[in-house]
């Protein structure tokens, strides 16, 4: 049994909380929360759970074996940080930490650990792209041309980062992956129309070393809600569109004539959050590498920065 402390019970603690619950060698012995009401909350649905303010103290204690980051992003760094100090393999959520220093920092100090350091890039762990990423190792299949991602919607409004912040580290986890790569220079643009000052949408291209480009549609502010990425390779295409179904198409012998072959790849049902927890536990008990671990982390959060440099300046920004 892996006992489970959670950082953060908010608005993903939840959800990371009701899947241990589903999990029959894990349990949450730990919650730690800030915020009063969000205590209480976890203290009716997990009776069984020591309930603190200080997340130090789950740290501390013998009966929490590994920690869940669910904290807000700029508390990421500080809770890892301390983590490592107290010896507890870690799942943090993504991203890793609000800046490339800071996440260069934690996936050096992860490198040298004998510790499980994993960076919860959820889409990662989705059967789709775990479908398209395996479809582009096939030397059939190509070199990918280019990449198009859409994450849009009414969303909630943060205060602590910006729709750049919230939404890109999905597609751009997802873009690596398909890459193998992170780009070399990037762009990006974007307005404000909430009170405030932090981009509402924000649109962005990524190029990668060999010419391949990725572009990324990000909002708050859209009137309908869309969660989609298309891979265009050379032999084949991929549309994963998370809310459609099916979820997942694939597009082959298209060049010739432009109508090709359409096909609907079987792939799991599996809940993509269990997916990534079930991995972190088996990456626990048999001392594995995970998929995600904080060196990919680190890349994501250097892609962002260099975006939100691109952001302010208004010029192509180097990663």
């Known amino acids: 049994m892996i006992r489970l402390g959670l950082v953060g019970y908010g608005y993903w603690g939840p959800n990371y909380a009701r899947i241990i619950d589903e999990i029959p060698d894990a349990a949450m012995t730990w919650c730690a929360d800030i915020a009063e009401d969000a205590r209480a909350l976890a203290h009716s649905r997990h009776p069984n759970a020591s309930i603190t303010s200080d997340y130090r103290d789950l740290l501390a204690a013998p009966d929490c074996d590994a920690v869940i980051v669910a904290a807000p992003t700029h508390k990421h760094f500080d809770v890892a940080r301390a983590a490592f100090d107290a010896g507890k393999d870690m799942l943090v959520e993504k991203p890793l930490t609000d800046s490339r220093s800071t996440a260069a920092q934690l996936a050096s100090i992860a490198k040298s650990s004998r510790l499980i350091c994993m960076v919860g890039h959820v889409f990662l762990y989705h059967p789709a792209v775990r479908y398209i990423d395996a479809a582009l190792r096939d030397p059939a299949t190509g070199p ?8 849009v919607g009414y969303s909630p409004i943060r205060q602590d980062v910006d729709a750049l912040w919230d939404l890109a580290p999905h597609d751009v986890s997802m873009i690596h992956a398909f890459m193998q790569q992170q780009p070399v220079e990037v762009f990006a643009a974007g307005r404000s129309f909430y009170p405030g000052d932090r981009a509402d949408v924000v649109f962005g291209t990524l190029r990668f070393a060999d010419g391949t480009l990725a572009s990324l549609r990000l909002s708050w502010a859209h009137p309908f809600k869309e969660r989609r990425i298309d891979v265009i390779a050379e032999n084949a295409t991929f549309s994963f569109d998370d809310l ?8 082959d012998g298209i060049e010739a004539d432009r109508a090709g072959k359409t096909t609907t790849p079987m792939i799991a049902t599996a809940e993509p959050l269990r997916a990534q927890l079930e991995h972190f536990i088996d990456c626990i008990e048999h001392r594995r590498a995970p998929l995600t671990g904080f060196s990919e982390g680190e890349a994501v959060v250097s892609t962002l920065e260099a975006l939100t440099a691109s952001l302010r300046s208004g010029a192509v920004m180097r990663v």
């Open 244 to 251: 459609g179904m099916p979820k997942l198409s694939r597009y």
């Open 144 to 151: 990918v041309r280019f990449i198009t991602s859409s994450r």
